[in-house]
């Protein structure tokens, strides 16, 4: 079946810089307009970043605007998220997302984690 794979997350001091992965199987990235997602424990899972299929537009939450960076891989099939100047209150999960239409894939998530 699809699977979308996160990797990347870890601790990180404020201030600091991660980058992000998603990788997809048996699924086509091209195809798929494609997002980063990130959950902290009772809040909704808020829209990061949003990269679009043909014309590669993006956008970004006001937020992560400036710091954050969406971009697609040119040999892998996957998803990057290239973020600097991380925050303490940016401590979450991060889940990719794979949409096409109606079709939603997810992936598990990766823990991001800033704290001196």
């Known amino acids: 079946q699809v699977q979308l794979v996160e990797s990347g997350g870890g601790l990180v001091q404020p201030g600091g810089s991660l980058r992000l992965s998603c990788e997809g199987f048996?699924?086509?990235?091209?195809?798929?307009?494609l997002s980063w997602y990130r959950q902290t424990p009772g809040k909704d899972r808020e829209l990061v970043a949003y990269?679009?299929?043909?014309?590669?537009?993006?956008s970004y939450a006001d937020a992560v605007k400036g710091r954050f960076t969406i971009s697609r891989g040119n040999v892998k099939n996957a998803v990057y998220l290239q973020m600097n100047s991380l925050k303490p209150e940016e401590t979450a999960v991060y889940y990719c997302?794979?949409?096409?239409?109606?079709?939603?894939?997810w992936g598990q998530g990766t823990q991001v984690t800033v704290s001196s």
């Open positions: 997302q794979a949409a096409l239409v109606q079709i939603h894939y």
């Open positions: 048996r699924v086509s990235f091209s195809l798929y307009s």
């Open positions: 990269i679009g299929t043909i014309s590669g537009s993006t």
